[in-house]
């Protein structure tokens, strides 16, 4: 699956960097042969909008650049987005910024973790860790970008609760993670075969024998 | 000493569950046995799994609204503020003033219905039947005003995206006055019967402790996290649909036990009560739908909004393509989170307590296995 996404992804989005564009395709397509039946939406779209990008803008906070001086380069991007603050980290040095967040920043309690698929993306799944601080009543999420196929350091040495959040992320999108526990499927049979919320799985799709052999439909489905 | 006697203690490994009684749906607990003593748990969830947020993805905006009613079906009117809430926030779209309060008032008494349904069987489990005759006579009057707004008892889908669907039917003023003057002896009631009640004290104190630190550790939050001393309500810290400006207490206890969770949650109650008698005085005329378009687009982008559900931080994070559907639409289930720390909370405990100990974690499965 891997070699599958891979020529995919050199072909349209740039290989790293802040929000990739979803779309990559689109936008240029859409330009040439869906402006002439729509000629009032035509009017405007093309020049002052990059296509499909998040509207962020800078996170300007002492943590932000105290982050940014703790961890220069490891740090991509800090941004802004409808009042919601996030960094996109490397994804080697995330766990070194939760901890860093914990200890010095006071960001104790891990709200969730979970996995946003971009199948066309050389970096395929955005991992978003959400941290909240009771001391400074500030909610920030920590997010990285990985291949598929990377095994990310597991986040349970520094927040206990991110044992079973790990564990529905990697049943939901096969994302393994490094020094887990008990890095078993959490929600769906031990069995089962295939991730659903990747986005190349079909919500019709199901493991097929999975159902045949347990529930006894003959159709799988 | 080679030979044993049936005296003798081994580990047995015993099957609580997927169909029982006292773990409140279809929870599979394993629990590590030394006589009557627990040593270890492993909880098997996923039983009621349904792919909640797959199928969010394949929905429009509008379309899934009545899905999240289905997890945490008790509080189904909690499930769609929260989403709607994350949604607006998308759209950047201001809810009008009369909806705001509107909200509030329905989903107070939605807490109120939850927590009876709580005390019921969580009674029930302890030993004690008459309480939940009593909650869930109790509760029809709040299924019924429910019923009366939208014509749905249990998934009311009361919300739309943006406000409400439905005006205030005539009356519904009155009927939340009545409720709240009829409710607040019926607590009364409950705590006659319960809080000084020495089975119900002896079953429950010193049982399940959970500090305030390792509720932050295990993110666990709602009742269980404030009867551990940590002063920390979503309404209060972040406040949403306009909970700024109502005033009301957050019930905190300090020891962190099933009897400190107990308190805390029937003192949530009365503090429901406490709102839902300012909101219903100051419910403003005007608008219940905000602007929002026929096909709801957000523009590229993410957010994370979350509220104080009655089971704890309920939150959404959805991450829009520019579509009519929702890229990604994660749900933070409270329920989940909360039952991660269940094997913390009884090892070293006795059996006996397990039963309680879940009971007073107030999961529902549905929001648990999504």
């Not at chain 2, 199928?55 to 609204?65: L, M, S, V, W």
């Not at chain 2, 189904?76 to 994350?86: K, P, R, T």
């Not at chain 2, 989903?107 to 008459?130: F, M, P, Q």
């Not at chain 2, 104190?205 to 666990?220: F, N, P, R």
Request: include cysteine.
């Amino acid at each position: 699956m891997a070699d599958e996404q891979k020529p995919g992804g050199s072909e349209a989005p740039p290989p790293s960097g802040s929000e990739a564009p979803k779309p990559a395709a689109k936008p240029a397509a859409d330009a040439a042969k869906a402006a002439p039946p729509k000629p009032a939406a035509a009017a405007h779209p093309a020049p002052p909008k990059p296509p499909a990008t998040m509207a962020a803008t800078p996170w300007d906070s002492d943590l932000a650049r105290d982050l940014k001086t703790h961890f220069a380069e490891s740090i991509t991007e800090t941004s802004t987005y409808l009042g919601q603050s996030f960094l996109v980290a490397k994804p080697d040095s995330v766990i070194p910024i939760l901890e860093y967040l914990k200890l010095e920043a006071d960001f104790d309690y891990l709200v969730d973790v979970t996995a946003v698929d971009w199948p066309k993306r050389a970096e395929r799944f955005d991992l978003v860790y959400i941290l909240y601080s009771f001391s400074r009543n500030e909610r920030i999420r920590v997010k990285t970008h990985i291949a598929e196929g990377f095994k990310p350091e597991t986040a349970t040495g520094v927040h206990l609760t991110a044992n079973w959040l790990e564990r529905e992320v990697y049943d939901m999108f096969g994302i393994e993670f490094a020094g887990h526990p008990d890095l078993r499927r959490i929600l769906l049979p031990e069995e089962w075969q295939g991730f659903p919320l990747r986005k190349d799985q079909s919500i019709l799709k199901q493991d097929d024998r999975w159902v045949q052999e347990n529930l006894g439909i003959p159709s799988g489905q | 000493m080679s030979e044993t006697t049936f005296l003798d203690s081994t580990e047995l490994v015993l099957n609580m569950g997927p169909q029982h009684p006292s773990t409140h749906g279809v929870l599979r607990v394993i629990l590590k046995l030394d006589g009557e003593k627990v040593l270890g748990t492993d909880c098997v969830i996923g039983y009621l799994h349904r792919g909640v947020e797959k199928i969010g993805e394949n929905r429009t905006y509008a379309q899934f609204n009545p899905y999240v009613d289905r997890m945490d079906y008790v509080a189904a009117i909690s499930n769609g503020l929260g989403y709607c809430l994350a949604v607006e926030k998308l759209l950047s779209v201001e809810v009008p003033a009369r909806a705001q309060c509107v909200r509030v008032i329905l989903t107070e008494l939605n807490r109120i219905a939850s927590h009876l349904l709580w005390l019921g069987t969580h009674a029930l489990d302890i030993g004690a039947i008459t309480p939940v005759f009593y909650c869930l006579r109790e509760r029809e009057e709040a299924l019924k005003i429910f019923e009366k707004y939208c014509g749905a008892r249990l998934t009311t889908h009361a919300f739309r995206i943006g406000g409400l669907q439905y005006e205030t039917y005539d009356g519904f003023e009155q009927d939340i006055r009545d409720f709240n003057k009829w409710f607040l002896p019926k607590v009364d009631e409950y705590e006659e019967l319960l809080t000084n009640n020495r089975i119900w004290v002896g079953r429950l104190k010193g049982v399940g402790i959970l500090s305030g630190d390792e509720c932050k550790e295990y993110g666990v939050t709602g009742p269980v996290l404030r009867a551990a001393g940590v002063k920390w309500d979503i309404r209060k810290a972040l406040p949403y649909s306009g909970y700024e400006k109502y005033e009301f207490d957050i019930p905190i206890r300090e020891n962190g036990d099933t009897y400190d969770r107990y308190i805390v949650r029937m003192q949530e109650m009365r503090q429901s009560v406490r709102i839902m008698a300012q909101a219903v005085e100051a419910i403003p005329e005007g608008p219940i739908m905000g602007k929002v378009g026929k096909v709801i687009k957000p523009a590229v982008g993410e957010a994370y909004v979350s509220i104080e559900a009655p089971k704890g931080e309920l939150g959404y994070y959805v991450v829009s393509d520019g579509s009519t559907q929702p890229y990604r639409l994660r749900v933070r289930p409270p329920s989940f989170v909360n039952l991660q720390a269940l094997d913390r909370m009884v090892a070293g405990g006795l059996i006996a307590d397990v039963v309680a100990i879940i009971g007073t974690l107030d999961i529902v499965l549905g929001e648990v296995d999504r």
